[in-house]
């Protein structure tokens, strides 16, 4: 049983391979947190609970113990109104104006599965894998509000899933001031967060910082998760590593606004907080209505922050992401943006894709320009129509003609948006989100359409299926490309406008449930200028996004080690591009682009018909190789060695489960004169297993522990890539 309840205690212990969660009831009925963290076994913690001196803070009535102030005291959904002064999980506005809800514990249900959420996207239990429910309702017996409190327990995988639905059951109306999916309060600790900021071009950037006695709070409020800042973030005991100590990992499964906070307390409890994004959300709900938070996951490693990453990689990958594509071979692409942006034609893009074929691609992407007057990226979003003027024909031809050099089709779309020159924006001024009575926010001259409107919905469902059924169109790249501002939508009346932002997101999850169960055979990409929508929510949809507009190998290093301390390989688009590169001007060999990209979905993305014949004889070296490991990428344990933000190198590793083969890889990023000898170490293999290396035999352990001797390295950004395999001697004594 991964769940044990003590119901004469009051104790629920969630039991995972290696940790263990555990809550109990209070003596006034609050539900405390007592514990997260390594295994061990279960036992009654209460005398972890604060009962020192405390003057001065407030406790509830029926006390007369002034250390029972729930500002003191570990909560599992702490709310307003009840003395907790720090980030709460629930601020609830009464009828009356008051902000309060006093949640007390009512009653617990166990169930075997996992629990699903109402229109928003969860985690899954496979058939067969031992996954369990808790739920636990708690209650406020003054206003009649009942939140449900769900966790989900993946025992194999080592996490636990969280939500909770709050249901207004009083008389009166409410106002959901704020509602977190995750809270998670430590009795003891210094710990550090780390959070991976970023921008346009440059996004997942690792920082590490101290929590001390304050608050950190980091969020979007770009209407997506952003290039800002992402809800995955880990806290960590100080001296963790990327392979020792305790860590904790937390993501949201949600694509919109979102607030995290850290803090510590003055008397050294730390508290972390994860949920929708709180600074302009409210959320009304009258008798009888309920509301859902998005799905929150943690996990815990005592082994650093590498097992946190598997942890993450296994669950998105087996329990996620449900399409097809997730843990099957990708198309090898090539896509026009960087070879051409908005300047091709049909015939310009076949020269393309016949170059393609002499590299081993598999498949086209015509990126964005193809449909009416989308000369530049001034206009024409909204107008889902082909322009068969630039493509010299129908796209059914086009698709044919593509189809016929033995390459798929794929095709950009930016369904979300409009443009104030478009036929849809003449038609429908009144599904671009406005604030009324002022001109719009522009962002790269385009609007946002209102996703809370039905039927908005219903006209792209129709567009899009109408394009989507016109040809062989075997992958999509869903694009969304400006932060959404102007929220106001007219049909939110009663002081509903705080809805907005989740609603829109709702609207955006029910058109993505409707086109990916329609198309189950049809690759979607997502992007969001590069990667401004890389989340748990999207992987949900699609198995993978593009990762940044940034094809600069060497900025790349950076922007994929952040990106993989919780996304799996598999879901990060990566390309080989132009050198100089487009994004800084950088000089870089065709080698290091190639394998840089190999550790992602790999394509191309530059004007293929301008390459050497000797270049692209090494392309399709490079596409063959990446074909034949791919499927070892795709499913192995990843591994990072070298930190690009510490050192002047990057390199990663991917063991396959059963520690039979394995593939390393090295860039540096400097080279000096008269270098010292580098080794370089292995992970994840079997220590006493014989590995083949290059036509030389090694021991894993030796691999480990010593490491391969580096050639050396000189010239441009030089890297080398290792393929590693278990030799058939396997276990034969070398001495
Ligand atoms: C965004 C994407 C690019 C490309 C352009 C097209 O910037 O990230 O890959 O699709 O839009 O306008």
Same mark, same amino acid.
């Given at each position: 049983?991964?769940?044990?309840?003590?119901?004469?205690? $009051?104790?629920?212990?969630?039991?995972?391979?290696?940790?263990? =969660?555990?809550?109990?009831?209070?003596?006034?009925?609050?539900?405390?947190?007592?514990?997260?963290?390594?295994?061990?076994?279960?036992?009654?913690?209460?005398?972890?609970?604060?009962?020192?001196?405390?003057?001065?803070?407030?406790?509830?009535?029926?006390?007369?113990?002034?250390?029972?102030?729930?500002?003191?005291?570990?909560?599992?959904?702490?709310?307003?109104?009840?003395?907790?002064?720090?980030?709460?999980?629930?601020?609830?506005?009464?009828?009356?104006?008051?902000?309060?809800?006093?949640?007390?514990?009512?009653?617990?249900?166990?169930?075997?599965?996992?629990?699903?959420?109402?229109?928003?996207?969860?985690?899954?239990?496979?058939?067969?894998?031992?996954?369990?429910?808790?739920?636990?309702?708690?209650?406020?017996?003054?206003?009649?509000?009942?939140?449900?409190?769900?966790?989900?327990?993946?025992?194999?995988?080592?996490?636990?899933?969280?939500?909770?639905?709050?249901?207004?059951?009083?008389?009166?109306?409410?106002?959901?001031?704020?509602?977190?999916?995750?809270?998670?309060?430590?009795?003891?600790?210094?710990?550090?967060?780390?959070?991976?900021?970023?921008?346009?071009?440059?996004?997942?950037?690792?920082?590490?910082?101290?929590?001390?006695?304050?608050?950190?709070?980091?969020?979007?409020?770009?209407?997506?998760?952003?290039?800002?800042?992402?809800?995955?973030?880990?806290?960590?005991?100080?001296?963790?590593?990327?392979?020792?100590?305790?860590?904790?990992?937390?993501?949201?499964?949600?694509?919109?606004?979102?607030?995290?906070?850290?803090?510590?307390?003055?008397?050294?409890?730390?508290?972390?907080?994860?949920?929708?994004?709180?600074?302009?959300?409210?959320?009304?709900?009258?008798?009888?209505?309920?509301?859902?938070?998005?799905?929150?996951?943690?996990?815990?490693?005592?082994?650093?922050?590498?097992?946190?990453?598997?942890?993450?990689?296994?669950?998105?990958?087996?329990?996620?992401?449900?399409?097809?594509?997730?843990?099957?071979?990708?198309?090898?692409?090539?896509?026009?943006?960087?070879?051409?942006?908005?300047?091709?034609?049909?015939?310009?893009?076949?020269?393309?894709?016949?170059?393609?074929?002499?590299?081993?691609?598999?498949?086209?992407?015509?990126?964005?320009?193809?449909?009416?007057?989308?000369?530049?990226?001034?206009?024409?979003?909204?107008?889902?129509?082909?322009?068969?003027?630039?493509?010299?024909?129908?796209?059914?031809?086009?698709?044919?003609?593509?189809?016929?050099? $033995?390459?798929?089709?794929?095709?950009?779309?930016?369904?979300?948006?409009?443009?104030?020159?478009?036929?849809?924006?003449?038609?429908?001024?009144?599904?671009?989100?406005?604030?009324?009575?002022?001109?719009?926010?522009?962002?790269?001259?385009?609007?946002?359409?209102?996703?809370?409107?039905?039927?908005?919905?219903?006209?792209?469902?129709?567009?899009?299926?109408?394009?989507?059924?016109?040809?062989?169109?075997?992958?999509?790249?869903?694009?969304?490309?400006?932060?959404?501002?102007?929220?106001?939508?007219?049909?939110?009346?009663?002081?509903?406008?705080?809805?907005?932002?989740?609603?829109?997101?709702?609207?955006?999850?029910?058109?993505?449930?409707?086109?990916?169960?329609?198309?189950?055979?049809?690759?979607?990409?997502?992007?969001?200028?590069?990667?401004?929508?890389?989340?748990?929510?999207?992987?949900?949809?699609?198995?993978?996004?593009?990762?940044?507009?940034?094809?600069?190998?060497?900025?790349?290093?950076?922007?994929?080690?952040?990106?993989?301390?919780?996304?799996?390989?598999?879901?990060?688009?990566?390309?080989?591009?132009?050198?100089?590169?487009?994004?800084?001007?950088?000089?870089?060999?065709?080698?290091?682009?190639?394998?840089?990209?190999?550790?992602?979905?790999?394509?191309?993305?530059?004007?293929?018909?301008?390459?050497?014949?000797?270049?692209?004889?090494?392309?399709?070296?490079?596409?063959?190789?990446?074909?034949? =490991?791919?499927?070892?990428?795709?499913?192995?344990?990843?591994?990072?060695?070298?930190?690009?933000?510490?050192?002047?190198?990057?390199?990663?590793?991917?063991?396959?489960?059963?520690?039979?083969?394995?593939?390393?890889?090295?860039?540096?990023?400097?080279?000096?004169?008269?270098?010292?000898?580098?080794?370089?170490?292995?992970?994840?293999?079997?220590?006493?297993?014989?590995?083949?290396?290059?036509?030389?035999?090694?021991?894993?352990?030796?691999?480990?522990?010593?490491?391969?001797?580096?050639?050396?390295?000189?010239?441009?950004?030089?890297?080398?890539?290792? =393929?590693?395999?278990?030799?058939?001697?396997?276990?034969?004594?070398?001495?």
């Amino acid at each position: 049983m991964a769940i044990i309840v003590n119901e004469e205690k $009051g104790i629920f212990a969630l039991e995972t391979q290696n940790s263990l =969660y555990q809550m109990q009831i209070g003596k006034f009925g609050h539900l405390f947190h007592m514990y997260y963290g390594e295994k061990m076994v279960p036992q009654d913690l209460s005398y972890l609970l604060f009962d020192g001196q405390a003057n001065f803070t407030p406790y509830p009535y029926e006390s007369n113990n002034r250390s029972d102030s729930l500002d003191f005291l570990p909560q599992e959904y702490p709310t307003s109104g009840t003395g907790d002064l720090r980030s709460v999980a629930l601020d609830i506005e009464n009828e009356d104006g008051t902000h309060v809800v006093d949640l007390r514990f009512k009653t617990f249900e166990l169930m075997s599965g996992k629990y699903r959420l109402e229109s928003l996207p969860s985690f899954f239990a496979k058939a067969d894998e031992k996954v369990e429910t808790l739920k636990i309702i708690l209650f406020d017996k003054i206003s009649n509000i009942e939140v449900e409190l769900y966790y989900g327990v993946f025992e194999d995988r080592d996490v636990i899933t969280r939500a909770s639905r709050i249901t207004n059951l009083g008389t009166a109306s409410i106002t959901i001031r704020k509602a977190q999916s995750l809270t998670l309060d430590f009795h003891t600790g210094q710990f550090d967060l780390i959070h991976f900021h970023g921008k346009w071009t440059m996004e997942r950037q690792f920082e590490r910082l101290p929590i001390r006695h304050s608050t950190h709070s980091f969020g979007s409020n770009h209407g997506v998760s952003s290039n800002r800042q992402n809800p995955g973030f880990i806290i960590a005991d100080k001296n963790t590593t990327e392979t020792s100590g305790a860590c904790y990992g937390f993501n949201l499964v949600y694509s919109g606004n979102f607030t995290a906070t850290a803090e510590q307390s003055s008397l050294e409890l730390s508290r972390i907080t994860l949920g929708l994004g709180d600074s302009t959300f409210s959320w009304r709900l009258v008798t009888g209505e309920a509301f859902g938070t998005p799905e929150a996951i943690l996990s815990y490693s005592s082994q650093g922050f590498e097992r946190i990453s598997q942890n993450f990689h296994d669950v998105i990958r087996q329990n996620l992401s449900r399409s097809k594509f997730t843990n099957t071979s990708r198309p090898v692409l090539i896509n026009n943006w960087e070879a051409t942006y908005f300047d091709f034609t049909g015939e310009k893009l076949l020269d393309i894709a016949q170059s393609a074929t002499e590299i081993g691609v598999d498949l086209l992407v015509m990126d964005d320009g193809w449909f009416a007057n989308r000369f530049d990226d001034n206009r024409s979003l909204g107008d889902w129509y082909v322009n068969e003027e630039k493509l010299g024909m129908p796209l059914k031809d086009f698709v044919h003609k593509i189809n016929d050099l $033995g390459l798929k089709f794929g095709l950009w779309i930016e369904p979300e948006m409009v443009s104030e020159e478009s036929e849809l924006y003449r038609a429908h001024p009144e599904w671009a989100l406005n604030f009324p009575h002022r001109k719009p926010l522009m962002g790269r001259n385009q609007l946002v359409l209102d996703m809370s409107k039905p039927e908005v919905i219903e006209y792209l469902f129709d567009c899009l299926t109408s394009i989507f059924d016109q040809a062989n169109i075997e992958y999509v790249k869903w694009d969304m490309n400006r932060p959404i501002t102007d929220w106001f939508s007219k049909d939110l009346v009663n002081g509903r406008q705080g809805e907005l932002q989740h609603r829109y997101i709702l609207g955006l999850y029910d058109l993505l449930e409707r086109l990916t169960s329609r198309y189950p055979n049809v690759c979607f990409e997502r992007c969001a200028s590069g990667g401004a929508r890389f989340d748990l929510g999207m992987l949900y949809y699609q198995p993978q996004i593009w990762t940044s507009d940034n094809t600069d190998a060497i900025n790349r290093l950076k922007i994929q080690y952040g990106m993989s301390f919780f996304y799996p390989i598999s879901s990060m688009g990566a390309h080989v591009a132009v050198s100089p590169s487009h994004s800084n001007g950088r000089i870089t060999t065709l080698k290091t682009r190639a394998l840089t990209a190999a550790v992602g979905t790999f394509g191309y993305e530059l004007d293929l018909t301008k390459m050497t014949n000797d270049e692209k004889a090494e392309a399709l070296d490079y596409t063959k190789a990446y074909k034949a =490991y791919q499927k070892l990428i795709f499913s192995g344990d990843y591994y990072r060695l070298e930190n690009p933000f510490d050192t002047e190198c990057s390199s990663w590793q991917i063991v396959s489960k059963d520690k039979s083969e394995s593939l390393l890889t090295f860039v540096a990023t400097n080279v000096t004169g008269y270098p010292p000898a580098f080794y370089l170490k292995a992970k994840g293999l079997d220590k006493s297993a014989l590995y083949l290396v290059e036509g030389q035999e090694y021991y894993g352990s030796v691999l480990m522990n010593i490491g391969i001797k580096l050639p050396k390295l000189t010239g441009v950004y030089p890297s080398v890539q290792y =393929y590693i395999k278990k030799s058939k001697r396997a276990g034969k004594k070398q001495l």
